[in-house]
């Protein structure tokens, strides 16, 4: 069981907005910042989002991540076929001294 | 363009001794840490823990804590993930990244570093 909780899959259509939770505890998510990777099929992790709302040069702005209390939450408009993967978020964590995960959230594009 | 290349996939029988590896190229690999994270079948991402090739620190997470062992050589830009008794559990896929942050704005601590870039990926599988 992952110490951060997500929703195991959600779905849109095509130009549809999209967001993705992401709930931890005052030890990770309340007191460090969020970064989210996104994993397509058969392929290993990207950085998508780093320090809770940050994109990496080449990451579309179709992409925004927000950070509340002990949440955080990605969001995706303008929903695209090639935006169909695997999404995991990820924080350090106080109390493990380590980085926690949450267990992922598939997104299928309809 | 940096780049982190692991070593091919991986088959063996459980009790065997495996050692797999990552080769960065494109940065200042020994300076940089190295993060090994675990990926079940159809499971999410595992923290393993962490080395830093110039002095060869490390660290475990608690659930891998003395069940592998995390080190470095920086004369060859090569991190490694190795076990000495492999267990059918330890079937996964073994990804390793370096550890970045903006040690000037974000602070460095390691909360304040993400992984970026990802290597592409070791399949171990271990049979019974």
Redesign the interface.
Same mark, same amino acid.
């Given at each position: 069981q @992952?110490v951060l909780a997500q929703p195991p899959s959600t779905s849109g259509t095509p130009g549809q907005r999209v967001t993705i939770s992401c709930s931890g505890s005052s030890s990770n998510i309340g @007191?460090? #910042?969020v970064?989210w990777?996104q994993q397509l099929p058969g392929a290993?992790?990207?950085?998508l989002m780093?320090?809770n709302n940050e994109r990496?040069s080449g990451v579309p702005d179709r992409f925004s991540g927000s950070k509340s209390g002990t949440s955080a939450s990605l969001a995706i408009s303008g929903l695209q076929s090639e935006d169909e993967a695997d999404y995991?978020c990820? #924080?350090?964590d106080?109390s493990?001294? !380590?980085?926690?995960? !949450? !267990? !992922?959230t598939k997104l299928t594009v309809l | 363009e940096v780049q982190l290349v692991q070593s091919g996939a991986e088959v063996k029988k459980s009790g065997e001794s495996l050692k797999i590896s990552c080769t960065g190229s494109g940065y200042n690999f020994f300076g940089h840490w190295i993060?090994w994270?675990r990926q079940r079948p159809g499971?999410?991402?595992?923290?393993i823990g962490i080395t830093y090739p110039d002095d060869s620190q490390t660290?475990y *997470?608690?659930s891998f804590q003395g069940r592998v062992t995390i080190s470095a050589d920086k004369s060859i830009n090569t991190a490694y993930l190795q076990w000495s008794g492999l267990q059918a559990s330890d079937t996964a896929m073994y990804?390793c990244?370096r550890l970045l942050g903006?040690c000037a704005r974000?602070g460095c *601590? +390691? $909360?304040?570093?993400? +992984?970026?870039?990802? $290597?592409? $990926?070791t399949q171990v599988t271990v049979s019974p």
């Open positions: @992952s @007191s460090k #910042a970064n990777y290993a992790p990207k950085l780093y320090n990496p995991h990820a #924080a350090w106080d493990l001294n !380590g980085w926690v995960f !949450g !267990g !992922g | 993060a994270v499971e999410g991402l595992e923290w660290r *997470s608690p990804y990244a903006d974000l *601590s +390691f $909360g304040a570093h993400w +992984f970026d870039p990802w $290597g592409q $990926g």
